[in-house]
């Protein structure tokens, strides 16, 4: 009710097209584009192999640093174009040694519309993983655009088939997109259309919290749950590890991957709870030769005021040929179900190249609309990934 | 200060050398894990309609601790024993898991064995 008294205020304009107003709205999506979400993942890569995110990152819920089949096979093989990534290999070189793993991700952007152009880094991620013998690990990855660390210890249980995960990390929920400002993960951090909020609360704005995180493989499924210590609330609730009760965000996820004939797919569920804010979601994809759909929709309670919010992703991403990968998407956030006038649609189209087994060009082009206002410029943006 | 530089890069590299070697093989001629992972990857888990999980501790891939592992080990084995005493002497081409498996972790026993997984 909140939103349809800010949309109605006299003075508002319907549809945000004036020169002044584009370039205050470029302004705020350059500076929500800057602030990019770490620890994250290509989902659909896992969805094509109808595996789990650990089969490629060090991490056993999935996301950044890779581990040996991530690079010596996904990256080295799988994505890039094999005539030119033939032309310059780097092979592993993060594996320094038979116990340690280093790694980085480097994403340099230019985002561009009628108005206005603009060029920034957007991710300096550095990742190092001690492993001994698959039993015991100690990650560290340093947020460096963010000027934050992330870090965790974690230990197997093989005769469980379980893991113990504990430090200062972001709890598992939901797929780990690589692209924060879908509605799922961040959003639109500097809230470019003036909603309350225009996304959900896995931002790069918010931290690594102390966190312990029980997880369990059996068969082609994956269960985490986990403790942290104030998740939503931030770094000023960290009185001790788990913080007072109140604080305490509680996740639990499960995951199930597999693969029927020439169909690969995962489907799951996750749910997290603090305080008064419940989040919870359904996620999953399917992928057939070179077809892959990626979607997730997730209900939050108590997120945005009092009211329920919904938000949601869909992908279709269509391997023209090894390397090149065209995608279209569709994401979707409405901060209030119960009001029509505040929601927001993006739609994006693009290409994804993987030109050598560690870089990767981008080019997305895309456009949203806010219900009861109208349609946004059109966004282009390009991007270069380098991985090691 | 600069000789201890150069000797600590060496050491990196030589170390990185070594990590990338491929670890515990008893069968397979591969000398790097490179080699070994593009050959389980395009030969073994499609022939078995697996992944690697099926064999191994997928975060210690040398480790032997999972039983297929050695399983798959003897069935490298009985291959080599084939191709090596009956079908070489003939001049005939050489069987792979491809050949009985199709895809399968358990091929059909006889003609009359639909069964795609029966355990021993």
Redesign the interface.
């Known amino acids: 009710m909140m939103l349809v008294s800010q949309i109605s205020k006299p003075g508002l304009p319907k549809v945000l097209r004036t020169t002044k107003e584009s370039r205050v709205l470029f302004r705020k999506i350059v500076i929500s584009i800057l602030l990019v979400q770490s620890a994250s993942a290509i989902p659909r890569f896992a969805i094509k192999?109808?595996?789990s995110c650990?089969?490629c990152h060090v991490n056993p819920a999935g996301g950044a640093l890779r581990?040996?089949?991530g690079m010596?096979?996904t990256s080295?093989?799988e994505l890039p174009m094999p005539k030119t990534a033939s032309l310059i290999t780097l092979?592993?070189?993060g594996?320094?040694?038979?116990h340690l793993r280093i790694g980085a991700d480097l994403r340099m952007q230019a985002i561009t519309d009628s108005e206005e152009s603009s060029v920034f880094p957007m991710q300096r991620d550095l990742y190092a993983y001690f492993?001994l013998?698959?039993?015991v690990g100690l990650y560290v990855e340093s947020e460096a655009l963010m000027k934050k660390t992330e870090y965790w210890t974690n230990a197997?249980f093989?005769f469980l088939n379980s893991y113990i995960r504990v430090g200062r990390m972001r709890p598992t929920y939901g797929l780990m997109l690589d692209d924060h400002t879908s509605f799922i993960r961040g959003g639109n951090l500097q809230r470019t259309h003036g909603l309350l909020k225009e996304g959900l609360s896995f931002s790069p704005m918010t931290p690594p919290v102390n966190t312990a995180e029980l997880g369990m493989f059996r068969s082609d499924f994956l269960f985490t749950a986990s403790l942290s210590n104030g998740f939503l609330a931030g770094e000023a609730a960290e009185a001790s590890f788990l913080g007072p009760p109140s604080n305490r965000t509680a996740v639990i996820r499960a995951e199930y991957s597999s693969?029927l004939g020439d169909y690969s797919g995962i489907a799951g569920a996750s749910y997290l709870s603090e305080g008064s804010t419940e989040i919870k979601g359904v996620f999953g994809g399917i992928s057939r030769d070179r077809l892959t759909w990626t979607g997730e929709v997730d209900f939050a309670g108590g997120w945005t005021g009092d009211v329920n919010s919904v938000a949601s992703y869909s992908e279709i991403a269509w391997m023209v040929e090894p390397g090149i990968h065209l995608l279209a998407k569709y994401d979707f956030f409405d901060e209030d179900t119960e009001v029509l006038e505040n929601a927001l649609s993006r739609f994006s189209l693009g290409a994804e190249l993987y030109i050598f087994s560690f870089l990767e060009l981008k080019v997305q082009m895309r456009k949203t609309h806010v219900s009861g206002i109208g349609m946004s410029p059109t966004e282009f943006l390009f991007q270069t990934h380098a991985w090691f | 200060m600069k000789r201890l530089l150069i000797m600590m890069l060496l050491m990196a590299v030589s170390q990185t050398v070594e990590a990338q070697e491929a670890k515990n093989l008893k069968i397979l001629p591969f000398k790097t894990k490179k080699e070994t992972m593009d050959f389980m990857k395009k030969n073994i888990a499609p022939s078995l309609g697996v992944k690697c999980a099926y064999c191994h501790n997928a975060r210690d891939f040398p480790s032997d601790e999972n039983k297929h592992k050695e399983v798959t080990r003897q069935m490298m084995i009985m291959t080599q024993n084939i191709n090596k005493n009956t079908l070489d002497p003939l001049a005939y081409e050489p069987v792979t898991c491809w050949t009985c498996h199709r895809g399968n972790i358990y091929p059909p026993r006889s003609k009359d064995d639909k069964k795609k997984g029966h355990e021993h």
């Open positions: 192999e109808g595996a650990n089969t581990n040996d089949y010596l096979i080295a093989d092979d592993d070189v594996q320094l040694t038979d492993d013998k698959g039993m197997f093989p693969s």
